[in-house]
């Protein structure tokens, strides 16, 4: 990727840092590190970070240790990567004298309690002037509005999955079960130009597909009833995310108007992502419809989120703390009705945010239009 | 799942919060929530939970959103369960008022920085006698010794596991794409009676296996060159993991070098892995096989781990930290070299801690035995 990205938003973070009188950034993110330095090492899990970041106004350093040393030289190519040998608590004291920091600023989103404590004890131990302070989720903020690459690269993105998601519609027939749905995808993904999936696919058939969260089972598809297909991948490390319910044959009465409330939920809303619009707002049009036919019980989640480097990131597009929408953020709008022990239906698009209003970047194809 | 197992959790979880002088445990992470509650669903990001668990000596609560309550309710049979409106930071205050809390335990090793402040800010407000205690890995703990069913699901996990990798090694030829035996790996393991993958599978060929976390690529499988399959999957909640590697044809004298250290270096620590022994010692073991072999540089990682409800938890087998092995704990014992630029040879045996020494939970097969 092209370097000066990468230059720009280490010139944006340190202008930042700056502003809140902070010296040094220190991040742990991995979402976050890769927006700054272009390192694509994932952390297997929270006590295993596979880097750290450290920059001030003249140093960026990539502290890692020697299982990610040469992935570090690769792709950080504007870091300094300094393997460390012992471990990042034990490192990082000296790291910081080196710098000459005074106020480290650090992801208190992500850094865990016993962490915090664990540095803040070494550091009264070993260099008692350098005072911590939270980044108040600074670099997830740069990373809200997105620029012409980034927008260029989840277009490209949905619009893979996009198309993977019409093959396996389809070919969906009766018979075949939710896992082998869901493993027929990652083979298309895995065939294809990106990375790999984004998150597990959903594939909830029947009564499953009421739990917003489903993981696939060896649930026969069977006629009639919904099938909810939510799928992303990533490319390049951005991410893509939508949703389709599809039925094999007729679907009952009940599910059509179910399905016609929450598809017209969405367009409703859709219209109202826009830059300036407060992001409750959508929301609650969203809901409002949902509310109208009689079905407010069963829409339990937000209508959206950000998506980019990570699958869920921020704005939210939900009652919870309103922020303002703006021209490049790229979120989902995914309206749901779900009925328990019956089933459910969710519709989910991704589209950016232009000047002129919301471009959807996922493909249609597999709506209905039911007629009413 | 027996109930009866859940009860002795619960009680002994409540006997080790007297000792602590603590009222009330708040339960977050994911794998210790599954081990008290049985509730088996995931949590998508850090700052996505899917439920809470409160215990105290008469009552367990598990708070969640309606995304989730009907999987809490079919899961947590013991649990009164209690769907939260507005989310848990919101609704978390009134629940402890209800439940008398004095002491909160919270689990500082996940709860991040800004919830724990958020937390404590909002019980100033609302309950300024309510005081927060860190639960220092207590949960995290009572994991590390496996009970009788535990050691079984383990078992049939890591036996499955073999089975399947013995198929995919037996099938592997020039050509294949590491993504494509990563995908096979994934069909095999879904169409099994497991739950899915317990952690992408490594698949790694040529220079590629010289990175200890590499991820599948569309680099061709070679004659010659090594290809670590490092793969592992989840039955019933509880995870295997091993390693192998292998060669397409004959290695060169280098490679053959390489795998003959590794292997002497897991049969020398395998020894050691008993009751009563400390948990740096088989690292140390295996450490001083490969650095008189003069490869010492090369294996940067610590030998093992323990694996139960999660892929990697307590004990760790590496020079920090050391704690007593332990009858009944279950650990991988998995030395690796690693020579960057050419390749890196990992083998990884999980392994039973019984009263008389180790149990190999992982089939063998795929080992070579290259005459000295």
Chains 1, 2 share one sequence.
Not at 74 to 89: H, I
Not at 309 to 314: I, K, P, Y
């Amino acid at each position: 990727m092209d370097k000066s990205i990468f230059r720009k938003r280490i010139k944006g973070l340190r202008q930042n840092l700056a502003r809140m009188d902070c010296d040094t950034a220190w991040i742990i993110q991995p979402e976050n590190r890769r927006y700054l330095s272009g390192f694509r090492a994932e952390d297997s899990q929270i006590t295993e970070s596979s880097g750290s970041l450290l920059i001030n106004e003249s140093q960026s350093l990539l502290a890692t240790d020697s299982r990610y040393t040469l992935d570090a030289e690769r792709d950080a190519v504007d870091f300094e990567v300094q393997t460390l040998k012992k471990g990042l608590m034990e490192g990082l004291p000296g790291l910081l004298k080196r710098m000459g920091t005074k106020n480290l600023g650090f992801e208190g989103d992500y850094l865990t309690w016993v962490l915090h404590r664990e540095l803040s004890e070494r550091l009264l131990e070993d260099s008692p002037s350098v005072r911590l302070m939270p980044l108040n989720g600074l670099v997830e903020e740069m990373r809200e509005v997105k620029d012409e690459m980034e927008i260029g690269t989840l277009e490209e993105s949905a619009d893979l999955m996009s198309g993977i998601l019409d093959e396996v519609i389809t070919g969906l027939g009766p018979g075949m079960t939710e896992k082998q749905v869901a493993w027929q995808i990652e083979g298309l993904v895995l065939e294809s130009r990106a990375e790999g999936l984004a998150f597990p696919s959903i594939v909830a058939s029947g009564p499953n597909s009421a739990l917003p969260h489903a993981v696939p089972t060896d649930r026969k598809l069977e006629k009639g009833a919904p099938v909810i297909l939510d799928v992303g991948l990533r490319l390049n490390g951005y991410c893509s995310d939508m949703t389709r319910t599809v039925f094999l044959g007729d679907p009952s009465p009940d599910f059509i108007e179910i399905y016609r409330t929450v598809r017209e939920a969405q367009t409703a809303a859709l219209k109202e992502v826009r830059s300036g619009v407060m992001s409750n707002y959508p929301d609650a049009v969203a809901r409002e419809v949902i509310n109208d036919a009689g079905f407010g019980d069963y829409f339990g989640h937000g209508l959206g989120h950000g998506v980019g480097l990570a699958t869920h990131e921020r704005p939210r597009l939900s009652p919870l703390k309103p922020t303002k929408l703006k021209k490049g953020m790229v979120v989902t709008v995914e309206p749901g009705i779900y009925v328990p022990g019956k089933g459910g239906v969710r519709l989910e698009e991704m589209v950016v945010i232009e000047a002129d209003g919301p471009r959807i970047l996922t493909r249609a194809g597999n709506f209905y239009d039911f007629a009413s």
